[in-house]
């Protein structure tokens, strides 16, 4: 791989599920490669005829920048299901424990902010809705400072038992939905009917969590932010490894391909395994 070129040898894998909706998709024997062609995409096969999703878990993992928010919201919308952001829980935890003075090497501190504070989710088809101490905070927590803590409360243990626990309650009462984090298909939602990863380069990921920053956060450098993303990447891999299996998951590079590229790719998988339900 050369990160200097910022790109990869993008290859796709594509699981052939024939059970019922509401499966799990992890049988190495169905799975099949498809390389990509000369014009950037791969080469997917026609989709089937689809019957109305009525419930269905989608799930998207992968490393910061990814494209996992963006595209796990324009896909909920296209599907007209719900939107989870799980991610926005643990940035809801730093935040509080920041706006607080927290030293979050206290981890009895820290884990009493994630017990005890008042955290709500309004999970609509396009955007999820984070609500702390009564206060929307859904842009507030996009902050680099906000996402350099929330590093070190996702590697505490309690916490996320905590919050994967309340990731589980709130699906009970989605029904469908989209699910992006870094552990979703592996931990979270092992039984989900689809199971993506979204990969791209370390550079790319990281232009792209600057482009996102809200106009209100302190000003970064590419390198600052590239800095950030490779300091992620350290820590957070482990979470989706197992889905880098074969059979486990649907892996594209995005590298090189637009939001609704991408978009476009997941919404045919989702809709060949409805047709196939």
């Avoid at 990814?66 to 599907?79: C, D, E, F, N």
């Avoid at 706006?99 to 955290?119: C, H, K, P, S």
């Avoid at 206060?135 to 996320?160: F, K, M, Y």
Wanted: charged share 25%; proline share 6%; net charge negative.
């Amino acid at each position: 791989m050369n990160e200097a070129q910022g790109r990869f040898d993008a290859r796709v894998t594509a699981i052939s599920y024939s059970g019922p909706v509401g499966g799990s998709t992890n049988n190495a024997a169905d799975v099949e490669l498809i390389d990509r062609p000369d014009d950037g995409g791969p080469v997917l096969p026609e989709p089937k005829p689809h019957s109305t999703i009525d419930r269905m878990v989608i799930t998207i993992d992968g490393p910061a920048g990814g494209g996992k928010s963006t595209v796990a919201r324009r896909l909920s919308q296209r599907l007209n299901i719900a939107y989870l952001d799980t991610g926005a829980m643990y940035r809801a935890v730093a935040y509080l424990a920041l706006e607080r003075g927290l030293d979050l090497t206290n981890l009895d501190a820290v884990i009493d902010v994630a017990r005890d504070m008042d955290l709500s989710l309004d999970c609509g088809p396009v955007n999820t809705v984070v609500n702390v101490e009564g206060r929307d905070v859904s842009e507030t927590i996009r902050s680099l400072d906000v996402s350099r803590a929330t590093t070190v409360i996702a590697g505490i243990q309690p916490i996320r038992d905590m919050l994967v626990a309340q990731q589980r309650a709130k699906a009970v009462s989605l029904r469908s939905f989209v699910s992006e984090g870094r552990d979703q298909g592996s931990v979270v939602f092992p039984d989900a009917d689809v199971k993506f990863i979204l990969e791209a380069s370390p550079y790319t990921r990281a232009q792209r969590r600057l482009d996102d920053l809200p106009p209100a956060a302190t000003p970064v450098t590419l390198d600052e932010m590239l800095t950030h993303v490779r300091e992620r990447d350290a820590i957070d891999a482990k979470q989706w490894e197992p889905l880098l299996q074969p059979g486990a998951a649907i892996c594209f590079d995005t590298t090189d391909l637009s939001i609704e590229a991408v978009v476009d790719r997941l919404e045919d998988q989702v809709r060949r395994r409805v047709g196939n339900g």
